[in-house]
C-alpha cells in the first residue's frame, strides 16, 4: 500500500460524490454505489449514512478491498475501519464543512452516531490506476 498523492488527495477531496464498488468473497467487484467522500489532512474518508447495516457497508467488511472512482481518480483501495473519537470528530467536520450547502437533512445523518459507527478510511493499493 502507498499513501495517496496530493493530485490524488486535491481531485478527490474536491469530488463532490465517490463511486465505491466492494470486492466480493469471489473476487469481483459489486456494482458501484454513489456516496460522499472527504478529506482529513493526508487521508480519505467515506461513511454509511445507515451506520454497519447499511448494505454498501456491509459489503466492505467482506475482504475489505475494493475500488473507488472521484474526481478523474481511479483506485484499487483498503477499507480501514475507524473508531478512533478524534479522528471521526475531524471527518464530521469535514463532511460539516464540505456539504454546508446541503440541507440539514442530508448532512445531519452523516455525522449521527450510526454514521460514525460505519466510518471508513480509504487506503490506496498502489501509485497507479
Do not use: C
Not at 46 to 60: C, E, M, S
Not at 74 to 82: A, I
Not at 103 to 124: C, E, F, G
Request: net charge negative; charged share 25%.
Amino acid at each position: 500500500m502507498f499513501p495517496w498523492t496530493s493530485d490524488d488527495l486535491a481531485k478527490i477531496g474536491k469530488a463532490e460524490e465517490l463511486q465505491l464498488a466492494s470486492m466480493q468473497r469471489d473476487g469481483t467487484l459489486r456494482k458501484p454505489v454513489t456516496i460522499w467522500v472527504v478529506r482529513v489532512g493526508e487521508d480519505l474518508y467515506v461513511r454509511a449514512y445507515k451506520g454497519n447495516t447499511g448494505p454498501w457497508f456491509r459489503g466492505t467488511q467482506e475482504r475489505h478491498e475494493g475500488h473507488i472512482s472521484a474526481g478523474g481518480v481511479e483506485k484499487d483501495v483498503t477499507f480501514v475501519n475507524v473508531s478512533d473519537p478524534e479522528i471521526n470528530e475531524q471527518v464530521d467536520t469535514a463532511y460539516r464543512s464540505k456539504y454546508h450547502h446541503y440541507d440539514a437533512q442530508y448532512v445531519d445523518p452523516m455525522v449521527a452516531t450510526a454514521a460514525r459507527t460505519a466510518t471508513l478510511k480509504l487506503v490506496p493499493h498502489t501509485s497507479g490506476a
